[in-house]
């Protein structure tokens, strides 16, 4: 907790003819919570200032000037996927396989391998959902990655794959993910949540778990000790009340059992999908969710920006609206937002780009461990 941050008065007297506003801010001012009708009404009526100004506020008193970043990678194991989400440019159905790819154990050995000498931290593991790559096969794959190399942290699948294959094994979600705990997995990483609202989800990726469902195997991860982060898919067919429900799930969830290390907002990106004729939200609207979310999640103390995803620059500019936190270093291991049309089409950072991103606008990069330990602070040279 940072007690020098100093509340922006002046943003009392711009919303003083405006009850829920001046509520709002006089709320964060106070440390209260915002209920849902007035996280709503933010998205409805407040300008980008003022959720900004309150965001930045909050931000600076729960991590100073501090930003996180870890060094990692991802292994996708496939992109082969029973599901067929409408958003989703990356998938394969299995009856196109030959036109996706499918790794075996020793191919995503190799790709770890590759790590040897160098300090990443932390191995990304998330796929489509491959009918033939079972709990099993994953549970040998973590064995291998741990016997390999046992300072890597393994974070891995979304509760979509989770599901599935705890499925398939009869298994009930403590029992899959106690099985996979102890084969080496320590996280879970916080795809597919998209919206959890059961109409959206009938729309755009009906066949998959439910918002129930997936906040269930979060909550058991938690219970078992393994941490889990939440994203949520933003930008398509979802209202503003969709949004605030989601994010209550979560704020609700992690007052119960607490466990989620850090929201994410994925801006939905519109390229070679079955959602390719919406358009794509405004670097404002994009903003204004960050903000938002660090006003409303007083329980998170970490919001993360995915940059591969929304582009460096408005990563960048994240930063000025609540968020304390970018991943990763990533070295070009990931697909799945290149192939939706994202301008990050290779995305890598080297430390030294990822520092000078930070140190630009003003605040200090922390590389962090894959549970929020900071490793090291980098001194900062003003911007
Ligand atoms: O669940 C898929 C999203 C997610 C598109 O936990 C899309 O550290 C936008 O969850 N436009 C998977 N989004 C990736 C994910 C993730 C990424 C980075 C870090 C972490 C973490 C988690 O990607 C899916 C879906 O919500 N997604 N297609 C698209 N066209
Ligand atoms: Fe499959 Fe995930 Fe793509 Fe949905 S988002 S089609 S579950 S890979």
């Known amino acids: 907790m940072n007690n020098n941050a100093v509340f922006p008065e002046a943003i009392l007297a711009t919303v003083a003819h405006d009850a829920v506003l001046s509520s ?16 709503e009404y933010l998205f409805q009526h407040a300008d980008l200032n003022f959720v900004g100004a309150l965001a930045n506020y909050i931000n600076l008193k729960k991590n100073g000037k501090k930003v996180y970043f870890n060094k990692n990678f991802h292994i996708e194991p496939t992109n082969v996927c029973i599901f067929k989400c409408d958003f989703c440019s990356y998938s394969r159905t299995y009856k196109n396989r030959e036109k996706g790819w499918e790794l075996g154990i020793d191919q995503m050995l190799d790709i770890v391998k590759k790590y040897d000498d160098q300090p990443v931290t932390e191995v990304h593991i998330v796929g489509g959902v491959h009918p033939k790559m079972n709990l099993d096969f994953f549970c040998e794959l973590l064995e291998k990655i741990h016997a390999h190399r046992p300072d890597l942290h ?7 794959e989770l599901d599935y294959m705890f499925n398939k094994a009869k298994l009930t979600y403590r029992e899959g993910l106690e099985r996979m705990h102890k084969a080496g997995l320590q996280s879970l ?19 998959k778990i439910s918002g129930e469902g997936w906040i269930e195997m979060h909550e058991t991860a938690h219970e078992i000790g393994m941490p889990s982060n939440a994203t949520m898919l933003y930008g398509h067919i979802e209202t503003f009340a969709h949004r605030v429900d989601h994010m209550n799930r979560l704020r609700e969830s992690q007052d119960r059992v607490g466990g989620f290390n850090c929201f994410i907002p994925l801006k939905f990106r519109n390229g070679d999908n079955d959602m390719s004729h919406l358009g794509e939200v405004s670097i404002i609207e994009d903003m204004k969710v960050y903000a938002i979310a660090r006003i409303f999640l007083d329980n998170f103390n970490n919001i993360k920006a995915y940059w591969p995803m929304l582009g460096r620059e408005s990563a960048q500019l994240t930063l000025e609206y609540g968020v304390n936190d970018l991943d990763g270093t990533i070295d070009d ?4 937002y290149s192939m939706a049309g994202s301008e990050e089409q290779n995305p890598s950072m080297s430390t030294e780009q990822l520092c000078e991103l930070i140190t630009h606008v003003g605040k200090v990069p922390v590389e962090r461990d894959s549970i929020y330990n900071e490793i090291q602070v980098f001194e900062t040279t003003e911007a």
């Open 189 to 207: 990483p916080g795809g597919g949540a998209e919206i959890f609202d059961r109409g959206v989800r009938d729309e755009i990726c009906k066949d």
């Open 24 to 39: 709002v801010a006089n709320k964060v001012k106070h440390e209260e919570r915002i209920t849902t009708e007035e996280c």
């Open 154 to 160: 393994l974070k891995g699948f979304t509760s979509v």
């Open 333 to 336: 291991t990931t697909k799945i």
